[in-house]
């Protein structure tokens, strides 16, 4: 009863921080400090509340009843050249935020087979905004796309080597967008270009998944762990508003029927994954852990959106399938403390030819460091990450509001994106 006190206080924590705009990047892993220090060398370990996210098979090798809470803080930053029609260029910076994504876990042993699980944590999330008057605002002005899952899970030990899990996720997603639209207006009979008008697109859905695992006590120093995560299709209903400032405006004319004040709906398909980790204990207080991770970007195929006054935003992404590749290392020099650290590569999956500012970075690579600490019954781990994110080339892209007569925009690239992570996790043991 306890635990499960403590997790209820876990939840509304997490419940309060959810509601405010987070992440930068779509496909997250910072479900945990521990798993970022170790760039996400979680897979074959699993050995801590949070493999309810990485590995839920590896739950069986905790006794009694844990629970783990906390949240990570990310710090993105980045520029966007745009090459003009005039020949000039302009660099626009992101506005600076800092993103919460947190998580919590518990498990309990229900006997010597049995365990079960409950995890809360985001799979996905994409946050960018920069000003409204910026050369890019015909595509995008802010993005702000939240998930957030809950993952009931059972895991069972078969034997002394193999244990199993299925979990069932249930995620609720939020997203909001805000772009300016060109507007026109009629002066002395002819029509020109007057103040822009700026939409916001409000929505929120539900989308359901599964999740199964494996994990694989082969020797005393050698563990496998194997991981699916399948595809959620989300449904999200919401509202488009628009501001307008003149009466004369086409658009208030209803000359610019997508102007108008609507409800819309989309479907997005969110990818399924496959991670791998092996990991290696060569002494009782030291371990390694390599492992990869394939997302099959490849169905997410389109943003699509209609509004039901009879407009639609087609939006192609046609990405490619992503693999992340990690390693890891985990030092434990006293009883009470562990030394941490890792580094992964991811590769691109952008496809440049629809390429737009909701997510300027194609591939990067991340170097993280942590240490955790024991009082007794109490966890404390603290991390902290690097991310260096490749640049995205705008020079063909055909997203719309980007090569385009209004927005005088011929092309660009983005360049010297980075992002500093920041986590901290407590976990305690009944």
Not at 380 to 389: G, N
Request: hydrophobic residues 40%.
């Amino acid at each position: 009863m306890k635990g499960l006190r403590v997790m209820v206080v876990v939840c509304m924590l997490w419940a309060c921080q959810t509601a405010m705009v987070w992440a930068e990047g779509f496909a997250l892993t910072e479900w945990s400090s521990r798993g970022l220090s170790l760039a996400g060398g979680m897979v074959g370990r699993a050995d801590d509340p949070s493999a309810i996210a990485y590995n839920a098979a590896g739950i069986t090798q905790l006794p009694g009843t844990r629970v783990m809470g906390g949240f990570a803080a990310i710090a993105p930053m980045g520029t966007i050249d745009l090459d003009l029609a005039n020949g000039g260029r302009t660099s626009t910076t992101t506005k600076p935020n800092i993103w919460p994504a947190p998580h919590a876990y518990i498990t309990h042993q229900l006997n010597d087979r049995f365990w079960l699980g409950l995890g809360m944590f985001a799979r996905f999330g994409l946050g960018n905004e920069f000003s409204e008057s910026w050369t890019g605002r015909y595509n995008l002005t802010s993005v702000n796309f939240q998930t957030f899952s809950l993952v009931p899970t059972v895991a069972m030990k078969v034997n002394e080597v193999l244990s199993l899990s299925a979990g069932v996720e249930v995620m609720y997603a939020a997203f909001s967008m805000n772009q300016q639209i060109p507007s026109w207006q009629i002066i002395n009979y002819f029509p020109q270009q007057g103040p822009d008008s700026r939409l916001t697109l409000d929505g929120t859905g539900w989308g359901a998944g599964l999740h199964v695992g494996a994990h694989f006590h082969m020797t005393d120093q050698l563990s496998l762990g194997i991981t699916y995560k399948s595809p959620v299709t989300l449904n999200i209903n919401g509202t488009v508003d628009y501001s307008r400032h003149h009466a004369n405006l086409l658009a208030d004319q209803g000359q610019v029927p997508h102007t108008i004040d609507t409800d819309a709906h989309s479907t997005v398909h969110l990818p399924d994954s496959f991670a791998v980790g092996l990991a290696y204990q060569p002494l009782d207080n030291l371990s390694f852990e390599v492992g990869t991770v394939f997302t099959r970007w490849s169905t997410y195929d389109s943003l699509n959106i209609y509004f039901d006054s009879d407009y639609q935003s087609i939006s192609h992404k046609n990405w490619r399938d992503g693999w992340n590749f990690n390693a890891s290392v985990e030092y434990e020099p006293l009883d009470w403390l562990a030394l941490r650290a890792g580094i992964w590569y991811e590769t691109p999956v952008i496809n440049e030819a629809h390429a737009d500012f909701m997510v300027p970075s194609n591939g990067r690579t991340g170097a993280s460091v942590g240490a955790g600490f024991k009082w007794g019954n109490w966890t404390l781990d603290l991390a902290y990450a690097h991310l260096w994110v490749n640049g995205v080339d705008y020079a063909e892209t055909d997203a719309a509001g980007i090569h385009s007569t209004v927005s005088g925009i011929r092309g660009g690239s983005s360049r010297d994106t980075v992002a500093n992570i920041y986590s901290v996790s407590i976990g305690y043991t009944f």
